[in-house]
C-alpha cells in the first residue's frame, strides 16, 4: 500500500542552524500538509500546498518556515534559523482532494530537537 | 479560536470489554470530521471522515456517529483487543478550509490482555 515517507527521522541542530525535512508523498496525490506536535501539546497545522503553492498557512508558519516541492517527488519543509521552541515532532501528510473527500494520510514524522 | 476536545485523555481496558470516546467540537461552519489511530513510532492512520449530521461508520470492530448541530462525534469499539491500544484523535475540518485539520489532544486506550 502506498504511503507517506519523511526523512531524517530524527533531526538534532543547533539553535541559529537552517533545517531542512524532507517527505515524499503518495504519488498520485495533488494536496500536501506539515504539521507539528510539540510534546505533550496537539498536533497543530502549519501549512497546506496545492499546484506550486501555498494555499493556507498557520500563524506559527511565519518567514522562518518555507516549504517546496523542488522535483516530482519531495516535498520539504526549511526552518531558516531554528530556535529551541522549534523542537516538535513534525508530520507530513498528502490527499488526493481537499475538503470533506480529503483523506489525509501522514507519514512516519520527524522528531526535531533543537539544543 | 477553533476548539476540539476529547475525552477522556486515557482509557484502561480488559480485552473483550466495549468502549466509547466523545470528540467535541464547534457546531458552526462544519465542513467534516476526521477521525485518526495513532500507534507509537508509527504514522497516524486514517479510520474516518465524517461529513453529514446523523452519519456512521464502521471499519471492523470500530465504528463512529456524528451529530453536527449540537458539535460531537463517538467511537466506539467493540470486544476490543490488545492491538487496539493507541491514541485516537479526532480532527475537525471547517467551512473555508483548504484541508487544515484542527486535532484534538487524543485519547490514549490501553487494552489489558
Not at chain 2, 13 to 20: A, K, M, P, R
Not at chain 2, 35 to 51: D, G
Request: glycine letters at 8%; aromatic letters at 14%; charged letters at 20%.
Amino acid at each position: 500500500e502506498p504511503e507517506v515517507t519523511q526523512t531524517p527521522s530524527h533531526q538534532v541542530t543547533q539553535m541559529g542552524q537552517e533545517v531542512i525535512l524532507r517527505c515524499v508523498p503518495i504519488s498520485n496525490h495533488l494536496y500536501f500538509y506539515w504539521y507539528r506536535q510539540i510534546l505533550g501539546q496537539k498536533v497543530e497545522f502549519l501549512v497546506s500546498f496545492y499546484n506550486n503553492e501555498i494555499s493556507e498557512k498557520s500563524e506559527i508558519f511565519d518567514d522562518q518556515f518555507s516549504v517546496e516541492r523542488p522535483d516530482g517527488s519531495n516535498f520539504t519543509l526549511k526552518i531558516r534559523s531554528t530556535k529551541l521552541e522549534d523542537s516538535a515532532m513534525y508530520f507530513c501528510a498528502s490527499s488526493e482532494a481537499a475538503g470533506e473527500r480529503g483523506e489525509q494520510y501522514f507519514g512516519p514524522g520527524t522528531r526535531l530537537t533543537v539544543t | 479560536i477553533l476548539n476540539v476536545e476529547q475525552s477522556p485523555q486515557s482509557l484502561h481496558v480488559q480485552e473483550g470489554d466495549s468502549t466509547n470516546f466523545t470528540c467535541s467540537f464547534p457546531s458552526s461552519n462544519f465542513y467534516a470530521l476526521h477521525w485518526y489511530r495513532w500507534e507509537t513510532a508509527k504514522s497516524p492512520e486514517a479510520l474516518f471522515v465524517m461529513t453529514l449530521n446523523g452519519d456512521e461508520k464502521k471499519k471492523g470492530r470500530i465504528s463512529a456517529t456524528l451529530n453536527t448541530k449540537e458539535g460531537y462525534s463517538y467511537l466506539y469499539i467493540k470486544g476490543s483487543q490488545p492491538e487496539d491500544s493507541a491514541t485516537y484523535l479526532c480532527a475537525f475540518l471547517y467551512g473555508t478550509s483548504y484541508g487544515k485539520l484542527t486535532f484534538g489532544q487524543g485519547t490514549i486506550l490501553t487494552v489489558h490482555p
